[in-house]
T-cell receptor
Framework: RKEVEQDPGPFNVPEGATVAFNCTYS??????FFWYRQDCRKEPKLLMS???SGNEDGRFTAQLNRASQYISLLIRDSKLSDSATYLC?????????????FGAGTRLAVHP | DARVTQTPRHKVTEMGQEVTMRCQPI?????VFWYRQTMMQGLELLAY????????DSGMPKDRFSAEMPDATLATLKIQPSEPRDSAVYFC????????????????FGEGSRLTVL
């Protein structure tokens, strides 16, 4: 089983729609969580952190459920420019080292 | 604008050939990662250096892959001999000192080296 799992999608949504992605992680000792965005044929870039109490950044809301080992990203009022792959990222400390473990990503396509 | 630089951007080679990918991390970043990305597996961590010392290369096939940091401005990933299943995009990323990236989650990725092994 992979340490971080995501639905690969694609999620095809019209502009203005609300879309949510989920991610599960297997290591209950994981300490912090993030979402990255990766545009087609580009490098991943940090989108936002995920805090225990949930957090918002404009149209983006991230939530964490430690009990269920589950992270979500909600995008409201989708724009064409939101089309990208969203990577769930978990910080783990294992083998004596800090690591950032990436999920395989969920692809979002926003259409007019 | 500081950025991670990777070369080559694209490489097509034949099975059995040696491939070397290079990375120049952002000046002042003391943590360097090599990731491999494929459609099937996503981003996999291959190797990880702090202050040029290898900390973890458990994700790397040892028989054919090797990673080094000959100096603070250069990290290399070598595949010898290459195989078709090595075809992927290889990303280098660097992080700020004191492992602050574990709090901010921010690694700075290069544009990647797209490798095709025929």
């Amino acid at each position: 089983r992979k340490e971080v799992e995501q639905d690969p999608g694609p999620f095809n949504v019209p502009e203005g729609a609300t879309v949510a992605f989920n991610c599960t992680y297997s290591n209950s000792a994981s300490q912090s969580f993030f979402w990255y965005r990766q545009d087609c044929r580009k490098e991943p870039k940090l989108l936002m952190s995920v805090y225990s109490s949930g957090n918002e950044d404009g149209r983006f809301t991230a939530q964490l459920n430690r009990a269920s080992q589950y992270i979500s990203l909600l995008i409201r009022d989708s724009k064409l420019s939101d089309s990208a792959t969203y990577l769930c990222v978990v910080h783990s400390f294992s083998g004596g080292y800090n690591k950032l473990i990436f999920g395989a990503g969920t692809r979002l396509a926003v259409h007019p | 604008d500081a950025r991670v630089t990777q070369t080559p951007r694209h490489k097509v080679t034949e099975m059995g050939q040696e491939v070397t990918m290079r990375c120049q991390p952002i000046l002042g970043h003391n943590t360097v990662f090599w990731y491999r990305q494929t459609m099937m597996q996503g981003l996999e961590l291959l190797a990880y250096f702090r202050n040029r010392a290898p900390l973890d290369d458990s994700g790397m096939p040892k028989d054919r892959f090797s990673a080094e940091m000959p100096d603070a401005t250069l990290a290399t990933l070598k595949i010898q001999p290459s195989e078709p299943r090595d075809s992927a995009v290889y990303f280098c990323a660097s992080g700020l000192p004191s492992d602050s990236w574990t709090v901010t989650g921010e690694l700075f990725f290069g544009e990647g080296s797209r490798l095709t092994v025929l």
